[in-house]
């Protein structure tokens, strides 16, 4: 993870930082990679040791006091043990540290980020308290700081911690918590910085986009040739780029860099245009409404509308592949796209939580990209600051929504319910549950019970659709876990081979029907008259071998059945002749049931 931005106050530029203790010198870039391996080193003695110990001394993994780096690798390390005390249930406070690191509370810079992050971890663990108190006992600035206690009161939260139920089970009081901050949160919006300030080195040109969480800013980098990035600015929690930060993958947003200055969390981004998936929902739905038939080729030229123009001038055309296929197809490209990125995080143990519209851009290169990954929760080794539970409640699963209520992780299957919601608004255009307003709570129970149904029958998929796309999306929204894709690594490889026309290898039951479209499919020289009579004759010939087969099946039952009788008649008409001294009518009864007996198995 690359720290260079913690260490820069908003007004200054990177050459005018000065420290108490550093004897006047900058930070080379030597130092700053000492600076990373000193963090680096107690973030993995803590992984190591286990989150529940106690023993390890933060005061070991810092550098000599007159290093140049002491005040970033003291302000870093006692940030971190100061976060993760505080998560397995110690309530210490920045002035607990004063002993130890006294040249920290010389520096105010230092001074203040550590005091914001008590401030921050107060609010998580229920007990907040007011900005203002900080800025009476140390005489720093908290303007800039997110209100937590006006936000707490506007949440209307009267309760901290664990509540416990009448039926005694607790309700994790911290997730519930923390998506009423999102909504609150979006007041302190109007309170972050504004198009034309500088931040850390960033010149902010333009708002991408916001949401509850964070401000996306299109900014240029002065310290690297000005060149134009996205700055994403958060006034919550962020452990995005410590996760980003292994996750290599085309179909993911990379991180540059990430910090924080004055309260906000910084996350510098490449800029890859603003396009979103919402975006291109929004325009398909207008489309239809004006009753515009969709293709591939709407996919495309609504993408290329929304693109800015600088960024249509250097990847013209990178859709433009979306015109040679349907507008079915178009669209599990897309997803496919999302499902491998989505597979690299699920193979690290990460999953995404907040998959939505939103947050999957659809980069100006033609690459589909998931975004904010800032509520992730890593599963494979538990890290000082667990990411809370949260997401969009429209797409989330039955199981996140109960999570956001009493508590619980997350799953790969989470992240795969979210991605069959989005599969199927885009096909059908409509959302698969219907949307609630109100009391959060209320809302989210509401939902629970709208997906614990069965799932949707998605019928109103463009005509000529396969059943097996309908296949794919319900199994992405069975209400159980168990009966969903395991991970997006079976769903993307499903969604591949349907592209590729190939029968699905996860979700069983392929009609007839749709494994001989999917033959015709594979076989593009199906356009001529006679090519297709062939085509619907094959079609035709496995409908009329299939009935064939069942013909012989009935055959064979009913030529045993009459074998059987004719066994017994026989043995009548034997019976019947062998009594010496006959009558003639006798025997011509015996002949006569002998002679039906034959008739019975075809032999006249």
């Known amino acids: 993870m690359n720290r260079n931005l913690h260490s820069l106050p908003d007004h200054a530029a990177p050459d005018q930082v000065r420290h108490p203790g550093s004897r006047g010198k900058r930070p080379q870039a030597s130092d700053l990679t000492d600076l990373d391996s000193y963090v680096d080193a107690f973030e993995t003695a803590i992984l190591q040791s286990g989150l ?53 509370f010389a520096d105010t810079d230092s001074l203040s980020e550590l005091l914001f992050e008590e401030y921050r971890q107060r609010y998580l663990a229920g007990t907040p308290v007011p900005r203002h108190q900080y800025a009476e006992r140390y005489g720093i600035s908290t303007s800039s700081w997110p209100d937590y206690d006006t936000v707490a009161r506007s949440a209307d939260k009267t309760k901290h911690g664990p509540v416990t139920r009448p039926d005694g089970s ?64 958060s006034t919550s929690p962020s452990v995005e780029a410590d996760r ?119 980069a100006s290169d033609g690459e589909p990209r998931i975004l904010d990954f800032n509520l992730s929760q890593f599963n494979a080794t538990e890290v000082p600051t667990r990411a809370l539970v949260g997401g969009t409640l429209p797409y989330m699963s039955p199981q996140q929504l109960q999570a956001t209520l009493v508590g619980g992780d997350l799953t790969p299957q989470d992240d795969v319910y979210s991605l069959g919601v989005i599969a199927y608004e885009l096909l059908t255009l409509k959302p698969p549950f219907p949307r609630h307003e109100g009391e959060f709570e209320v809302v989210a129970h509401q939902m629970m019970d709208d997906r614990r149904q069965v799932p949707p029958m998605v019928y109103r998929v463009p005509q000529g659709t396969l059943g097996s796309v309908r296949t794919i999306v319900s199994k992405c929204l069975t209400p159980p876990p168990a009966g969903r894709y395991a991970t997006a690594l079976p769903l993307a490889e499903d969604l591949h081979r349907q592209l590729r026309n190939e029968r699905l290898r996860h979700t069983p039951g ?32 496995l ?49 006569a049931t002998a002679e039906n007996a034959l008739l019975r198995i075809h032999v006249s």
């Open 543 to 591: 409908l009329v071998a299939g009935m064939v087969r069942q013909a012989r099946v009935v055959a064979q039952q009913s030529a045993t059945e009459s074998f059987h009788v004719f066994q017994d008649e026989q043995k009548t008409a034997r019976a019947m002749l062998a009594i010496s001294g006959l009558d003639p009518g006798t025997i011509q009864n015996a002949i």
């Open 52 to 104: 529940e110990s106690k023993s390890i001394d933060y005061r070991q993994y810092l550098p000599d006091v007159t290093s140049p780096i002491y005040l970033d690798v003291a302000g870093e390390v006692v940030r971190i043990d100061l976060e993760t005390r505080w998560s397995r249930g110690e309530h210490v406070t920045v002035e607990s540290y004063r002993p130890h690191v006294t040249e920290l």
């Open 170 to 233: 607790e309700r994790n009081e911290r997730s519930t918590n923390s998506l009423r901050f999102a909504a609150a949160t979006i007041e302190q919006l109007g309170r972050m910085p504004e198009i034309g300030e500088s931040l850390n080195g960033f010149q902010l040109v333009d708002v991408l986009g916001e949401g509850a969480f964070a401000r996306v800013y299109l900014a240029r980098q002065s310290q690297l040739g000005n060149r134009r990035v996205a700055l994403k600015v």
């Open 244 to 362: 980003l930060a292994i996750l290599q993958h085309t179909n993911i947003v990379p991180i540059y860099s990430s910090g924080r200055s004055a309260g906000w969390d910084l996350v510098c981004m490449p800029y890859l245009g603003s396009v979103t998936l919402r975006d291109l929902l929004h325009d398909l739905q207008a489309a239809a409404s004006r009753g515009e038939s969709l293709s591939g080729q709407s996919v495309r030229e609504c993408i290329d509308a929304r693109e800015h123009p600088s960024q249509r001038e250097i990847y013209a055309d990178s859709y433009r592949h979306l015109d040679r296929r349907t507008y079915t197809d178009a669209i599990l490209w897309i997803i496919a796209k999302i499902s491998d990125g989505l597979t690299r995080a699920h193979e690290l143990g990460i999953v995404h939580g907040d998959l939505k519209p939103a947050n999957i851009l659809l």
């Open 510 to 541: 392929e009609t007839l029907r749709d494994r001989a479209n999917k033959w015709v499919r594979r076989h593009p020289r199906v356009t001529s008259a006679g090519t297709v009579t062939l085509a619907a004759a094959l079609v035709v010939g």
